[in-house]
């Protein structure tokens, strides 16, 4: 890109997400927003992606044959464990498309290569977990009685961590079948810990 196409991407890309972020906090309380978030929110991620040469070359090598047998794996195991325990299977498919594929190629993938080529990607493993947080602070907007006492506070706590572990392995791992396959998989357990034990930890009901 010469330095006016990538300022203008930048710009681009700064717009885009304040969009997705506008749409996610209204979808807790719309259905109609939710379905345009779900809709809108891949379309803006794949252009995003499309106009970056070096973001196409690296979404090959997050799906190299190992990625995929991993995803797979995770998958196919969570299929066969609900499927033992009588729950549905379409909610592991819909819980892999959202929030996990959006959130981790949003957050993960274009957030963190697009402003790790400005600011570096420590610092910007940084960011996309302040951003992931900020996305759920709707949650306590709408919901406020359901995090009562320190849970009000501890739950942007909460999903600011885990943004920064899901980033710490991208980072590691430069791929995100990782962070990708342990998202799902926190939360498709959800179903299996009882209520009172949901603080061990927190995070786990649901992120």
């Given at each position: 890109m010469s330095q006016f196409q990538h300022r203008w991407y930048v710009t681009v890309f700064f717009i885009s997400e304040v969009i997705i972020i506008s749409l996610f906090e209204f979808a807790y309380n719309s259905v109609e927003f939710f379905y345009l978030y779900i809709s809108v929110t891949p379309l803006i991620i794949g252009v995003l992606i499309y106009?970056?040469?070096?973001?196409?070359?690296?979404?090959?090598?997050?799906?190299?044959?190992k990625d995929i047998v991993i995803i797979v794996?995770?998958?196919?195991?969570?299929?066969?464990?609900?499927?033992?325990?009588?729950?549905?299977?379409?909610?592991?498919?819909d819980t892999l498309y959202y929030p996990v594929m959006l959130e981790e190629f949003n957050f993960r993938f274009l957030v963190t290569n697009v402003l790790g080529k400005l600011i570096g990607l420590p610092r910007a493993t940084v960011v996309q977990a302040f951003l992931y947080s900020l996305l759920y602070l709707s949650v306590l907007?709408?919901?406020?009685?359901g995090y009562p006492g320190i849970y009000f506070y501890l739950f942007p706590l909460d999903n600011f961590m885990m943004g920064l572990?899901?980033?710490?392995?991208?980072m590691l791992r430069k791929s995100i079948s990782t962070p990708m396959s342990l998202h799902l998989s926190?939360?498709?357990?959800?179903?299996f810990i009882p209520p009172a034990l949901a603080f061990l930890p927190y995070t786990l009901s649901p992120v």
């Open positions: 106009l970056d040469r070096d973001l196409m070359i690296r979404l090959r090598f997050n799906f190299s044959p794996s995770v998958v196919s195991g969570w299929l066969y464990i609900y499927a033992v325990y009588g729950y549905s299977l379409k909610y592991v498919f907007y709408y919901a406020p009685l572990f899901y980033g710490a392995l991208y926190l939360y498709l357990m959800d179903v």
